[in-house]
């Protein structure tokens, strides 16, 4: 109660909006981005990302992000990086130091000087983005690229998962929120044309940390086929946790990423001006899934949703399912055996010849005269006088 005036006063209290982890799965593989490097160097194509990695970080000073390289034979870790080296700013020199300003004897470099005002979580995630990078592509030997385009995106979408899935339960410990509750208020969020009832309470609900996963890939789909199921296992983990999957195509299309993106009801965009990345970045991608609501998405209607086989890894128009795994198979396994079950399949008569029935002659309608109906004459009509 007010002293003054005797009246009382209730402190409403200001209920922020939950954070958002965006997790960027980089496809790295030097083979593919030279084929791009006329339209698109992947040094400039890095410096957008960052760009607009710095624009995600301040639309709220909560969010995070996180980046995951995927490269030609395994997939790194981009940021955050927990490990520390000699020579950086905030490493630890051989007295267990820490250097502030990237030099044992106090000097102060001018890169360091000319990054004394930018703001420390653009700076964080840029040294650590780039440094790693660089590291990556000179640990890669030209055996390791060859001729092939495929990239190791099953194994940067399970460390992606794994990530968010610690990183949810570690923000529901430390903020009291209920992670079923916050799932359920997701999909909510996700689900367009939802009433307003279901929208509001899904605002004043959700306090769970809200993820979403953005791929940019440059390698050929037709080349990562022999990853199909990890990748439609990832896709099927996201669907269930309702976390959307925006897909960034640089060049040409992938069939299993249009999957993952309509079946977690993200955006996939396949890009037709490389050059035009940030763009394409800031208007289509970095509207988090509250802000998606009142937007009007891109979407697709010609998704491919071919499928790969098991036994050869190919990606097939008509193939063989199991009855019991549902596993599938362009061409009869030998012996008739599943090779993920191995339920026995019946087969049948598959590539017999059909048997073929003659066609019955049609009889011809007889008068009552005896001549048939197409042996009579048409009668004419009788000359006027």
């Known amino acids: 109660m007010n002293a003054v005036d005797a009246s009382e006063h209730y402190d409403a209290g200001a209920k922020e909006l939950a954070p958002s982890l965006l997790a960027i799965v980089l496809d790295t593989n030097p083979h593919a981005w030279a084929l791009l490097e006329k339209d698109l160097p992947f040094s400039k194509a890095l410096a957008n990302i960052l760009v607009f990695i710095n624009a995600h970080l301040a639309c709220n000073y909560a969010n995070e992000v996180a980046v995951v390289a995927s490269h030609s034979q395994r997939a790194a870790w981009l940021y955050p990086s ?3 080296q000699n020579g950086g700013p905030g490493s630890v020199d051989a007295d267990g130091d820490i ?6 004897d106090g000097g102060v470099d001018s890169r360091s000087a000319a990054q004394a005002n930018k703001y420390r979580p653009f700076r964080v995630v840029e040294e650590q983005v780039t440094r790693n990078v660089r590291e990556l592509l000179a640990s890669t030997n030209a055996s390791d690229v060859s001729s092939t385009t495929s990239t190791m995106m099953a194994g940067a979408l399970t460390l992606v998962l794994s990530h968010i899935n610690r990183r949810t339960i570690s923000w529901a ?16 969020t996700l689900v367009p044309g939802a009433s307003t009832n279901t929208t509001s309470a899904a605002n004043n609900t959700f306090t769970g940390l809200q993820s979403r996963i953005l791929i940019i890939s440059v390698s050929s789909s037709t080349d990562s086929a022999h990853q199909y199921i990890p990748i439609m296992n990832s896709i099927f983990a996201c669907q269930r946790l309702h976390i959307p999957i925006d897909v960034c195509k640089l060049s040409g299309d992938a069939v299993f990423l249009q999957q993952a993106s309509d079946a977690t009801r993200g955006v996939y965009m396949s890009l037709t001006e490389p050059r035009g990345l940030l763009q394409y970045l800031m208007m289509a991608f970095l509207p988090d899934q509250r802000s998606r609501r009142h937007l009007v998405l891109p979407s697709r209607v010609d998704v491919d949703f071919r499928a790969a086989c098991f036994c050869h890894r190919r990606v097939v128009n008509i193939g063989f399912v199991c009855s019991i795994c549902l596993s599938i198979f362009c061409e009869p396994p ?8 191995g339920n026995h399949l019946e087969i049948g008569d598959y590539g017999a010849r059909p048997a073929v029935l003659a066609r019955k002659k049609k009889k011809k309608k007889m008068r009552m005269n005896g001549t048939s109906a197409a042996a009579t004459p048409t009668p ?5 006088p």
């Open 173 to 188: 410990d430390a903020h009291g929120s209920n992670l079923e509750d916050s799932a359920a208020a997701t999909s909510a």
């Open 380 to 384: 004419t009509t009788t000359p006027g």
């Open 82 to 84: 927990h490990r520390q």
């Open 334 to 341: 030998e012996n008739g055996d599943c090779l993920t079950c």
């Open 99 to 104: 250097e502030m300003n990237g030099h044992a």
